[in-house]
């Protein structure tokens, strides 16, 4: 038989209560109470972290897998600059030469003996000889021969020397020389064949108007 210690009364055994919500000890074998949402609020995810805010409104557009920490995030491309503004491009008209006026006297001297056809050509950095040609139409010799002396009698007036002259007594091409212009006074068949204005056809023309 077991001996019984006089004076003491057995041991008993206690157990440690688990808390419940409120400090209260949950009921034995009684699950955990849910709890429900109301309303459009989002219901957060157990275990797992939400990015604060202020973050997913930072980079509008971009995947919530992005704002992870450790998570590589491409970088945006730089907007190309804007092109310069290009000043508008003016037309800038020179005055006339020494040259070019002497030219345009000589068309219009041509003009008060019937000439025809008159053009002159910009032969600046085309040639050697001079810097413009004046081509002027006669029907005949007799009145290429007029025209030659009207313009010869103009050109000298303004100042100007003529250096040279050639085929006033016939043969359907009269040429003077102004130095810086060159007077050609031809018949139409003539300036048909030599065809001044098709060699030199890379020439500006100037406007006798």
Do not use: C
């Not at 010869?152 to 020389?177: I, Y």
Request: hydrophobic share 45%; aromatic share 4%.
């Amino acid at each position: 038989m077991a001996k019984v210690t006089k004076g003491r009364k057995p041991a008993k055994k206690t157990f440690a209560k688990r808390a419940g919500p409120k400090g209260k000890p949950a009921g034995k074998g009684k699950a955990p109470a849910k709890k429900f949402y109301v309303g459009k609020a989002a219901r957060p995810a157990q275990g797992r972290k939400t990015a604060p805010a202020a973050a997913r409104a930072a980079r509008p557009g971009m995947k919530q897998a992005a704002l992870r920490p450790g998570a590589k995030v491409a970088p945006r491309k730089a907007a190309a600059p804007a092109a310069p503004v290009s000043a508008p491009v003016v037309a800038v008209t020179l005055p006339p030469d020494d040259g070019q006026l002497r030219a345009r006297a000589a068309v219009a001297a041509g003009a008060d003996k019937k000439a025809e056809n008159p053009i002159v050509l910009d032969v600046r950095g085309l040639s050697g000889v001079a810097d413009y040609f004046v081509l002027l139409s006669a029907d005949s010799d007799r009145q290429a021969a007029a025209i030659a002396d009207a313009v010869d009698d103009r050109l000298t007036a303004l100042g100007a020397q003529r250096l040279g002259a050639e085929g006033r007594s016939g043969g359907g091409w009269v040429l003077l020389d102004f130095g810086d212009v060159v007077i050609h006074v031809m018949s139409p068949e003539a300036r048909g064949f030599y065809d001044l204005e098709g060699l030199w056809a890379d020439a500006p023309r100037v406007s006798v108007s």
